[in-house]
């Protein structure tokens, strides 16, 4: 089975031996949400097609009893579609930096992982671009989502997880190919980010008017409930904004 990325979740090793792994914040100390960290990794390199084999979620354990960069496993999970790693991260200096600089380091230890697992050079490059691509824009990344095209436009959603600690969002993109106009909006808050899924199952153009249709499952109910269905608008409300933006 070739599986795509869907979680990555970061622990610290437990001081009293055979214990499960922590969440991060007693051995290693930060204020950061290391749980939207692993979550942008995951859907960004999802987007992208990251492989990962016969599993899909992902566990990274942090430890200062492994030299820096060790990364030991797989070791056993209760889910065959999981997998554990063990990799070496000194608390020094990292509980003395900023959380910006925290946060890159554990971008870097990530992809270093995601590299030493990957299947062939190919996934190893999108680990890489992946990697840039959070290092260049952070928590305001944009994931790709969903998208149509003809000869006379491109429609596209993407959305953001917690963007500098506020809401995820969603956010419309329209290409107006015959007049090279780009019109981009935020178009909806979101309660959860994996609502995207459910809240945007297509994406339709009529008559001057964008139209986002949800998927119509029972769980896609419990998801979509809190919002207006289906979600239309006049593509001239959209603000133009430079090519340069998307």
Do not use: W
């Amino acid at each position: 089975m070739d599986r795509k990325i869907v979680e990555i979740r970061l622990f610290e090793q437990s001081e009293q031996p055979g214990r499960t792994p922590d969440a991060i914040g007693q051995r290693y100390k930060t204020t950061i949400r290391t749980a939207d960290l692993g979550t942008r990794m995951a859907r960004v390199l999802r987007s992208r097609g990251y492989r990962t084999g016969e599993f899909d979620h992902l566990h990274v354990v942090l430890t200062p009893e492994l030299d820096e960069g060790v990364v030991q496993g797989p070791q056993s999970t209760p889910m065959r579609q999981m997998k554990r790693y063990t990799v070496g991260f000194p608390t020094v200096p990292f509980n003395e930096r900023s959380p910006v600089q925290q946060e890159l380091d554990l971008l870097s230890l990530l992809a270093d992982v995601l590299k030493k697992i990957a299947l062939n050079d190919e996934q190893r490059h999108i680990v890489e671009d992946a990697c840039q691509l959070l290092l260049e824009q952070g928590s305001e990344v944009e994931i790709d989502h969903l998208s149509k095209e003809t000869r006379q436009y491109r429609v596209s959603v993407s959305y953001q997880i917690r963007p500098l600690g506020r809401k995820s969002t969603a956010i419309l993109t329209y290409i107006d190919r015959l007049k090279d106009v780009t019109r981009k909006q935020i178009f909806q808050e979101l309660n959860r980010y994996d609502d995207i899924y459910f809240l945007v199952a297509s994406i339709a153009v009529k008559e001057g008017q964008i139209i986002i249709r949800p998927r119509t499952s029972e769980l896609a109910a419990v998801h979509t409930r809190s919002y207006r269905t289906p979600i239309e608008i006049a593509i001239c409300d959209l603000p133009i904004v430079k090519p340069s933006e998307r």
